[in-house]
Each structure stands twice: as C-alpha cells, then as structure tokens.
C-alpha cells in the first residue's frame, strides 16, 4: 500500500531563505509524482509535476527532484517571499500509472516579513 | 477561462439528511475527480470518471455515497443519511491532457454534519 509522508509538518522562515521541503513514499514503481500548493480555504493548485524518467523540473523559483529509487522527492524554494506562505503537498500514484492519487498531509510554510 | 466550480461553497445539514454536492470540471476535460479532506485525515481520493464512466471507485467510503457524471461534463456527489463523520471538505479536480498532466482543483464543498 502506497503511503506518503512529508517532513517537517510545519515550518517557519525569514524572508529571503532558501527552504526544502521533503516528500517520501513507499512504493517506487510510480509514473510521476506532483506537488501542490493550498492556500487557507482553497483548493490546490499545481506547482510541478515531474515524470518518472525526469529527476528534477523547474518552474521560476521552485525546483522539484525525484529520487524514484530511493523512494524521496524534495522540494527547493529559492529566495522566500511572505507570499510563499500556504501548505505544500505531494503526491504520487497509488501504484504504477494509477489515477488515484495519494497524497501526503503537507507541510505548513511560513514566511516571515 | 473558468476553473473547476463547485456548489454550494458551504453546506450545513442535519443528520440523516440526504446531500448533494456539485462539480462543474474545466471545459473539455475528460478525467474528473472527487477527493475528501478531514482534518487529521490528509485528502482521500473517493472516485475517478473518464467521460461518464467510473472506472475507479474505490474510495467511496460507503453505500450511501454515490456519483455520477454526465454528458462528459458536471458531476454530482450524493451522499445519503449523513453521518457526523462525513464532514469535511469535498474536492473535485480534472485533467483535461494525457496521464502525466497536471490536476485542476476546484475550491472545494465544505459539509459540515450537526
């Protein structure tokens, strides 16, 4: 059974600082893995998704990799602003190509002015 | 160039009452999504329709949960003698692209059960 988990559950930053954020699942055999972006009372919005033949994609300040065979994915956000401040998930397929997607419980960032 | 809609935004009911809750997906997207997220819970995926067909129900909780789609289009979520239980937030995304494209959420149905 796919199970995700993200560490830290929460964390707090000064504005300007370089942060990662880490996802972990259990089952490797996946096609892609995606991370989302939920603001208070909102739905998700998607960041990156990343292919299991790609390592990493980019988009602005945000880098995502993916270490399929060790199961672990990161997260880098570059020069942190206070509007960066919203909870980050993952999530990856429930095996293989799966539509059904399982996802992690996130992790609470915020910056600080 | 709407998003993903869903109706009502809130819906407050009383135990054993019968609810509905809407989804409007992104014009032309095929894939439809509904996901439940309780607190302490994460999201959890509920049923997954391609056109009007759901291949993947295997999240719904219970019988007294059903959907279903039509004409490719708007999505209905019943469920029926809520239970406190079922409150939380309902989200209904879609993918309009093939496999490795990105989901679109809708804002969500928060159900609140007295």
């Known amino acids: 059974k796919q199970e995700v988990t993200q560490i830290p559950a929460a964390l707090s930053v000064p504005e300007g600082e370089n942060l990662v954020l880490n996802c972990s699942f259990t089952?490797?055999?996946?096609?892609?893995l995606q991370w989302f972006r939920q603001d208070p009372g909102k739905g998700l919005t998607s960041l990156l998704l990343?292919?299991?033949?790609?390592r990493e994609q980019t988009s602005g300040r945000l880098n995502a990799s993916l270490d399929k065979s060790s199961g672990r994915s990161t997260l880098y956000i570059a020069a942190s602003q206070p509007g960066d401040s919203a909870t980050y998930l993952c999530?990856?397929?429930?095996?293989?190509?799966?539509?059904?997607?399982?996802f992690g419980k996130g992790t609470k960032l915020t910056v600080n002015p | 160039g709407a998003g993903v809609s869903q109706s009502p935004s809130n819906k407050v009911t009383e135990k054993g009452k019968d609810v509905e809750l809407r989804c409007d997906p992104i014009s032309g997207h095929t894939a439809l999504y509904w996901y439940r997220q309780s607190l302490g819970q994460g999201l959890e995926f509920l049923i997954y329709f391609q056109g009007n067909s759901a291949p993947d129900k295997s999240g719904l909780p219970s019988d007294r949960f059903s959907a279903e789609r039509t004409g490719g289009s708007v999505s209905t979520l019943t469920i029926q003698r809520t239970q406190q239980e079922d409150s939380a937030v309902y989200l209904c995304?879609?993918?309009?692209?093939?496999?490795?494209?990105?989901?679109?959420f809708g804002n969500g149905t928060r159900l609140t059960v007295t």
């Open positions: 999530a990856v397929p429930s095996q293989g190509g799966s539509e059904k997607l399982v």
């Open positions: 990343i292919q299991s033949s790609q």
């Open positions: 995304a879609s993918k309009g692209g093939p496999y490795n494209s990105p989901l679109h």
């Open positions: 089952d490797s055999a996946i096609y892609n």
